[in-house]
């Protein structure tokens, strides 16, 4: 016997009605809610004086920033070039912290798991310890009580050639201008070379060939090859030139000075990332059978070799889309930058450009819309090769 | 491939597994050579920094004194650690803020209700739940309200929420957003899962946009941006302000994880709801929202302690949050002593390191506690 549908019972279309109406009416109280909003602002915007519109970031900025990766100058910058020093500082924080919390994480996590009990006591404290407090304590953890500890900008710690004090890290900064541009291309021609090694290797052991070493050949040619150009262009008389940090009276002088702001944030957010990302390579190498591991070491492949090639391939799949979503959340707490005055998306254009041009609509549309791209392009890219990679599934 | 034996191993010796001490020993530290290395680079690690740490915090330590000079090297005559006489002398000021002296029972009062109400959520074979749900989430929030910013009819006080700081106000906008988020995620995770089309959108639209912004954006957005969007001369309290982005922030994460709760629970119960004759409410109500809510605790928990230490974030805006108060502490010039920063720093990591622990802890428990429910069932 087959019951009625439901909807029979108070006639035909009833329910696709009610729908309707139901459906019909939210969209009506959202439009109202929206349009209430932007009426009201708009009304108080014009009390204020001020014209709404995106012509602001044409004007003038004149204020200065601490670290910038494009020209910039208070003067003669509007504010939409430092809308973009402030989009790249925060990429570039965000994109070293992503590597760096990538490794530290990897290590905690496969150490939770070592054989070892001290190893593995030791990062289950580091996990448990970092990720119960909050990153905002630990930034200024590392900005403030961890600088008070360095030495003074007069008197700086100084190690072949790079000076550490409180007012940061002064590094030798090599100059790739003239001929000296083949050590960058030299560089870029070994990651070529070293990914194209990785590929082949694949494709030979995919053939069921001898795939012969990777990591080995990759790590010289990415680091090799710009060496022998640094050494060549030496040889042929045209050294690269080195600009050579001094200690000066105030502190050190010249070369390549990394912010202690930067430095702070880096620390911080790549420590307190690598913590979840810990536990996500536990919970993907327990994800993969322990007959893999153990069928791996009968075989005689040593930890190390079983976890490189049989592990931790497998575990990837478990591993990836956390991972990028730690990724994204990385991007996102870059953004507590604007606490110890890094010079990120946030701080310059939600805080001084916002402050000083009162057009906050647009000012904080423009920051979240970056955000979002940021996030709703991951979300995606990360669909799509989850995608390809399903098939593999078994 | 060179990595696949060619002659056999020679047979191995037995294990020589001893029990007891000994034996633990030999298998967890020293089984192998590798091992053995690993295990005195970390005791020689160990070794170098526990001392200076333990020193720092208890030895070297200075207790009592009244003002920074006890926390001067020269002045104590020996190296000095942490300054607990700095936490000793602001206790008060981190856990009240600027609250009046005299009516510091209120505060008092308010966090022996969250102890009551949180006591009764967490205890899972507590009395009347059900009555408990409703001091948490309508009873316990008006009463508090009543009770810190003031009722003149009753008899107390009105205090402007600018007095407000410190510890109270971490607890008053963590509670705020929990007991805010947790509802609100839940009719989003509903109308996210919803065949009316406008209602999903509209939720998939909301949900996604809090989760793809930094929440230092959002409180930015709520700090200049609601006072623009309220209609005439109506104003929004400062405290207010922040309250609302963390609400509908923290009811996004949350309803992504009602949702994986709603998407565990298998089909076949809300058709057997349907088919008892349950309309589809009803079926929502009484038999997949329970289900799905249980699964979810441990989520839900681990959101919590998310949105608890996100709740630093509030400082930025000026809002006086146990982190705030404490820098205003730390730059108090009668106490500015080289250890004060790491004392005030040390302090706040045992804070927020005790109450997300031991959420963690708790989180935990019950996920064990599901799991055992599960093996019985099956």
């Known amino acids: 016997m087959r019951a009625a549908p439901p909807e029979s019972g108070s006639g035909p279309g009833t329910r696709s009605t009610r729908a309707l109406v139901l459906q019909a009416l939210v969209a009506l ?30 004007r003038a900025a004149g204020f200065d920033i601490s670290q910038r990766l494009i020209p910039y100058a208070a003067a003669t910058s509007t504010y939409l070039d430092a809308f973009l020093v402030g989009l790249l500082n925060t990429l570039l924080v965000s994109g070293l912290a992503i590597g760096l919390a990538t490794v530290i994480g990897f290590a905690v996590g496969i150490a939770r798991l070592s054989p070892n009990w001290l190893a593995r006591t030791l990062a289950a404290t580091y996990v448990e310890t970092l990720r119960n407090l909050p990153l905002l304590l630990q930034l200024l953890v590392w900005y403030v009580a961890v600088r008070v500890a360095l030495p003074e900008a007069q008197h700086p710690a100084a190690w072949g050639g790079a000076y550490l004090s409180q007012r940061g890290l002064v590094l030798p900064r090599p100059d790739f201008q003239g001929a ?4 960058p291309v030299a560089f870029v021609a070994g990651l070529v070379g070293a990914s194209i090694r990785a590929r082949r290797a694949k494709r030979r052991i995919e053939t069921g060939a001898e795939p012969g070493p990777v990591v080995g050949p990759a790590l010289a040619l990415v680091l090799g090859l710009p060496a022998l150009a640094w050494i060549g262009l030496a040889l042929a008389g045209h050294p690269v030139p080195v600009a050579w940090p001094s200690p000066g009276p105030f502190g050190p002088e010249g070369g390549l000075g990394v912010l202690p702001e930067f430095a702070a944030l880096l620390l911080g957010l790549s420590t307190y990332t690598a913590a979840f990302i810990a536990e ?32 931790i391939p497998q575990a990837m799949r478990v591993i990836v889309p956390p991972l990028t979503s730690q990724y994204l959340n990385i991007t996102k707490n870059s953004s507590l930058a604007v606490l110890i005055g890094y010079p990120d998306l946030v701080h310059v254009f939600m805080g001084t450009v916002l402050n000083q041009t009162n057009q906050a609509v647009e000012v904080v549309a423009i920051t979240m819309a970056v955000y979002l791209t940021l996030s709703l392009g991951l979300a995606a890219l990360m669909n799509a090769s989850n995608r390809r990679a399903a098939p593999m599934t078994r | 491939m060179t990595i696949v034996r060619e002659t056999l191993l020679p047979p191995a010796p037995p294990p020589r597994r001893a029990a007891g001490p000994v034996g633990w020993l030999r298998d967890n530290l020293f089984s192998g050579a590798g091992n053995t290395v690993t295990t005195l680079v970390i005791l020689a690690g160990l070794a170098l920094l526990l001392p200076p740490v333990f020193r720092f915090l208890v030895t070297d330590a200075v207790w009592r004194g009244d003002s920074g000079e006890v926390c001067r090297p020269e002045v104590a005559g020996h190296p000095v650690g ?38 009764w959520m967490l205890w899972l074979d507590a009395p009347r739940r059900g009555l408990g749900a409703v001091f948490v989430f309508l009873v316990g929030p008006l009463l508090s309200y009543g009770l810190l910013s003031g009722t003149p009819v009753l008899g107390l006080a009105p205090i402007a929420t600018s007095l407000w700081g410190g510890i109270l106000v971490t607890l008053v906008v963590s ?22 089309p406008v209602l999903r959108y509209a939720c998939i639209g909301f949900i996604e946009f809090w989760r793809g912004v930094p929440l230092i954006t959002v409180l930015f957005m709520a700090n200049v941006m609601l006072p623009l969007f309220l209609p005439g001369d109506l104003t ?19 309803a992504e994880v009602v949702r994986g709760g709603l998407q ?17 409410w009803q079926a929502m109500r009484l038999v997949i929202l329970p289900q799905a809510l249980k699964v ?30 404490l820098e205003a502490a730390r730059a108090d010039p009668r106490w500015s002593a080289p250890t004060i920063p790491a004392t005030a720093y040390a302090f706040a990591a045992l804070f927020y390191l005790t109450f997300c622990f031991a959420m963690a802890r708790y989180a935990a428990f019950i996920e064990r506690r599901l799991a055992a429910g599960e093996r019985g069932r099956a």
């Open chain 2, 264 to 280: 565990a629970i298998p089909e076949g119960q809300g058709r057997a709801a349907l088919a008892l004759g349950l309309t589809r």
């Open chain 1, 280 to 311: 996500i390579v536990r919970a993907g190498l327990a994800s993969v059978a322990r007959g893999q591991g153990e069928a791996a070491a009968a075989l005689g492949l040593s930890r190390a070799k079983t976890l490189r090639l049989v592990t």
């Open chain 2, 296 to 325: 979810v605790v441990p989520g839900i928990v681990n959101t919590l302690i998310g949105l608890f230490k996100d709740t630093t974030l509030v400082s930025i805006v000026g809002i006086a949050d146990f982190i705030r108060v």
């Open chain 2, 236 to 254: 929004v309290d400062r405290l207010v302000r922040p309250l609302v982005g963390i609400a509908l922030f923290a009811s996004a994460y949350m």
């Open chain 1, 180 to 183: 000296a541009w083949l050590v």
């Open chain 1, 29 to 58: 109280a959202l439009a109202a809610l929206a349009y209430a909003a932007f009426a009201n602002a708009s009304e108080k915007l014009a009390r204020q004086g001020i014209t709404a519109g995106f012509g602001f970031l044409a």
């Open chain 2, 175 to 196: 509670l705020v957003g929990i007991v805010a988020s947790l509802p609100l995620g839940i009719l989003l995770a509903l109308g996210r899962r919803s065949d009316l």
């Open chain 2, 82 to 119: 942490a300054c607990w006489a700095f936490i000793g002398a602001k206790i008060n000021y981190l856990v009240y803020g600027s609250y009046p002296a005299a009516e510091r029972w209120r505060p008092n009062l308010f966090f022996g209700l969250v102890a009551l109400g949180t006591a």
